[in-house]
């Protein structure tokens, strides 16, 4: 189990999903997220301004997650009201999926919106530590049972080449 905090300054209702996502490129290079597993849904979610948090058990059947880049924590919140989404993304690793060797604490930026304002400290087995964004990564307890395998994915976001992994905002337009 591990918590998700967050803290809505403006309240923008509507739904709130958190998932494993992979990255997909396609045959011009064009990434995108595609849902593996959504571990956690809140409907309704922000409807009112403040600090909240949910306890999450990650799945023990996840599979293909053991290099940094390979799956990713997506914070995906979709307001009905203004009709944009707001999705913030770290890099895991999970042990029992392949050779991760890390393991994690790591907190969620606290606005979806603000790039850049997560802290991670990344403790590996030597007892070093690593502290930064480029210390995303978080380790899942090991799999007790082999996972079948995924037979269908869902697109989530898509972003250009120069674009960073997940947290680009959104508008969509009717």
């Known amino acids: 189990d591990f918590d998700v905090e967050w803290t809505i300054q403006a309240p923008h209702p509507g739904y709130m999903n ?8 396609d045959s011009v290079g064009k990434i995108t997220y595609e849902i593996y597993e959504t571990i956690l849904t809140i409907e309704p979610f922000a409807e009112h301004g403040g600090d909240d948090s949910a306890t999450v058990t990650m799945p023990t059947d996840i599979v293909g997650c053991e290099e940094a880049g390979d799956c990713a924590l997506q914070f995906y919140w ?5 009709g944009q989404t707001y999705p913030t993304c770290a890099d895991i690793i999970v042990s029992g999926s392949g050779a991760g060797t890390a393991t994690t604490a790591t907190t969620a930026p606290v606005d979806a919106s603000e ?5 991670t400290v990344v403790e590996s087995d030597d007892g070093s530590e690593e502290t930064g964004a480029e210390a995303s990564i ?37």
């Open 18 to 25: 958190l998932s494993i996502v992979k990255p997909n490129a």
């Open 78 to 82: 979709h307001s009905d009201l203004a």
């Open 138 to 174: 978080t380790t899942a307890p090991i799999a007790a049972t082999a996972a079948p395998e995924v037979s269908s994915a869902t697109p989530v976001a898509t972003i250009g080449d120069s674009d960073s992994k997940c947290n680009r905002r959104r508008v969509r337009r009717a």
């Open 115 to 119: 790039e850049g304002s997560d802290e």
